[in-house]
């Protein structure tokens, strides 16, 4: 099980210190224990991330929505608050008035489910600082695997290094080449940084395509006993098979023994396998990725309770503030926590003012 330090240390965000009061409140292991009691029970992949057993997100909707029916609108727009003492929320649907009001409408990240962006339209308009939603944990297109490298794609290395040229970014993990470009958990992780590396010109990522060291592959050369064996025997101990055989073809080079090609041929081997450079041409549109970063910047909110530091009784949650983490339970982890912390704060005032 993650720790609430762990989970906070998994998170790429420099402000993450913020959650560390909710997640003290409601964390990881309230969140793994709250699902199991909507017999939804969860399971770890990966050493870090958690899915549901059945492997359907339908389940965890499902489990969540069970107790709203009868206490919520449904497919109702709400189109523009109002604050004068209590809060005026107008909908497409006519008012509603209340003394207390939570924001949770999440990020732009698929408005096809009502995530478009509407809270940070809120807050900006009742004068909030703000950060433009992104595109984080998804898929990146490279016009160079798609036309120019098609024998990589449908391979996936499991260990993979991803760096971005130019950068310190660096992250590992597994990566699959696809017929648009590279995918897997390692290239979702990086995206929200490639995204802005983009933007600054900087369109390189260095792939390592094998899951040994330098000094490794440099040793699989030095100890080969028979100077007869040919290259493509010793790449196939360096990487997998269909590997092997596009760094033949990639560098030009025949399958020779290992005694006719030269000590600068085994350099670029070695190369070509930790460092392979793909220019990216861009990251999936903030609309299709799995998460956003950006948000209601946390400077303006309590992070005991998520309140806002401009007006009292009302809150913003979930992805509509700006914090967010990788797939695989984070994000809702964050969602159902300052869910939690804001409906206690509320829940204990009402009670004082009693």
Do not use: W
């Amino acid at each position: 099980n993650r720790s609430n330090k762990e989970f906070i240390n998994d998170l790429t965000i420099d402000h993450k210190r913020f959650l560390y009061s909710t997640l003290s409140t409601f964390g990881p292991l309230e969140v793994i224990e709250f699902m199991k009691n909507k017999d939804v029970p969860l399971q770890l992949e990966n050493n870090f991330k958690y899915f549901p057993q059945s492997n359907r997100s339908i389940d965890i909707l499902k489990a969540l929505s069970k107790e709203l029916k009868g206490t919520v609108m449904l497919n109702t727009a709400a189109e523009r608050i109002h604050i004068n003492g209590n809060f005026t929320v107008y909908t497409s649907k006519g008012e509603i008035q209340s003394k207390y009001l939570i924001i949770a409408t999440g990020s732009e990240s698929y408005p096809a489910t009502g995530s478009t962006g509407d809270g940070l339209r809120f807050a900006k308009k009742l004068g909030h600082q703000t950060v433009p939603f992104y595109p984080a944990e998804t898929n990146v297109y490279s016009s160079f695997i798609a036309s120019k490298r098609e024998q990589l794609q449908g391979i996936a290395i499991t260990n993979s290094i991803v760096r971005i040229k130019g950068t310190k970014t660096m992250y590992s993990g597994s990566i699959l080449f696809t017929h648009n470009g590279v995918s897997g958990p390692v290239i979702q992780h990086i995206s929200e940084f490639l995204y802005f590396s983009l933007l600054e010109g900087k369109k390189i990522i260095e792939v390592s395509l094998t899951d040994h060291t330098e000094n490794e592959l440099i040793n699989i050369f030095n100890n080969v006993n028979n100077m007869d064996t040919h290259v493509l025997q010793i790449l196939n101990k360096m990487t997998i098979k269909r590997v092997a055989k596009f760094i033949l073809e990639e560098l030009l080079l025949e399958n020779k023994k290992l005694i006719e090609i030269s000590k600068k041929q085994k350099l670029q081997i070695i190369e070509m396998l930790l460092r392979y450079n793909i220019k990216i041409d861009k990251v999936e549109a903030k609309e299709n990725a799995y998460v956003n970063g950006g948000g209601i910047s946390t400077k303006e909110l309590n992070p005991k309770t998520f309140e806002s530091k401009l007006y009292p009784k009302l809150f913003f949650i979930g992805e509509t503030v700006d914090v967010h983490g990788p797939i695989g339970g984070y994000n809702i982890t964050i969602a159902l926590s300052s869910g939690f912390s804001c409906s206690k704060q509320i829940i204990n005032d009402i009670r004082s003012n009693k």
